[in-house]
């Protein structure tokens, strides 16, 4: 029956030897070859077919093999803020122009990753994200034969609170900032108790700044709390908008927990 006969040349040129030589048997207008493994670089394949009549036809085609992967990032920066995170790394001097970054995102708590941007670039803005969550960014180089570098993964936690820090352990009573919204005239800010049970609301107020001095002792609904030691708190807020009857709120700020000491 009909063959193809492939010839594997080195390079780009046809002179000369073939580094291999492969037949394969025609079937149904198809056929396949494989040859042994190849080591990278250049080379050009020549197939020639023949038919039961004496004639032949043949076609080339030029591949290059790269089993290298590009060097590791050597490092990135992330920024958590109000509503977004920004991620800033820097092209290794040995990339090729063809050499890319992949992020993937999951939320902390979840096993679902997700393929955030492709691209030769050197920074990703990521809007689509809730403040208070906690992600994970896994940065891979990639080049243009699919070969994976080392990669290496960032975690970031957006946020409009500035202070205090989160999961903190204070021996007074914090202050609590958070960012300025555009056009807000208040927020609303709770302070709940966290227990083995759930959350226990314990004060909400409306200040017209942005920030909010904690005391040690409160009066909420008619009942006096404190402060206690050795207690988890947690505080939630939004940036409201217009007048307080209105309760028109903006994106939350998310929260933060701290314990009092």
Do not use: C
């Amino acid at each position: 029956g009909p063959t193809v006969k492939v010839s594997i040349y080195e390079g780009t040129s046809t002179a000369g030897a073939p580094l291999l030589e492969l037949s394969a048997p025609v079937s149904s207008a198809a056929w396949s070859a494989v040859s042994a493994p190849l080591a990278d670089g250049a080379y050009t394949l020549v197939a020639e077919q023949s038919d039961l009549a004496g004639g032949t036809a043949s076609d080339s085609v030029a591949v290059e093999i790269d089993t290298i992967p590009p060097a590791p990032l050597a490092g990135a920066t992330v920024i958590s803020a109000y509503g977004y995170v920004k991620l800033h790394w820097s092209r290794p001097l040995s990339w090729e122009s063809t050499d890319k970054v992949v992020i993937t995102k999951r939320r902390l708590g979840s096993s679902t990753v997700t393929t955030v941007y492709q691209g030769a670039g050197t920074l990703f803005k990521d809007g689509r994200v809730r403040n208070g969550d906690t992600y994970m960014y896994t940065l891979t180089p990639r080049d243009a034969a699919g070969n994976d570098g080392d990669s290496l993964t960032k975690r970031a936690r957006p946020t409009g609170f500035l202070a205090p820090r989160h999961s903190a352990n204070l021996f007074d009573p914090p202050l609590v900032r958070w960012v300025d919204v555009p056009k807000s005239t208040y927020a609303n800010i709770q302070l709940y108790r966290v227990t083995s049970s759930g959350l226990q609301k314990i004060w909400s107020v409306w200040p017209t700044a942005d920030k909010l001095q904690l005391k040690s002792r409160w009066t909420y609904k008619g009942r006096v709390y404190r402060l206690r030691a050795d207690r988890r708190y947690r505080v939630y807020g939004w940036p409201g908008f217009g007048a307080k009857s209105d309760r028109n709120y903006g994106e939350w700020f998310g929260w933060v927990d701290f314990t009092y000491r």
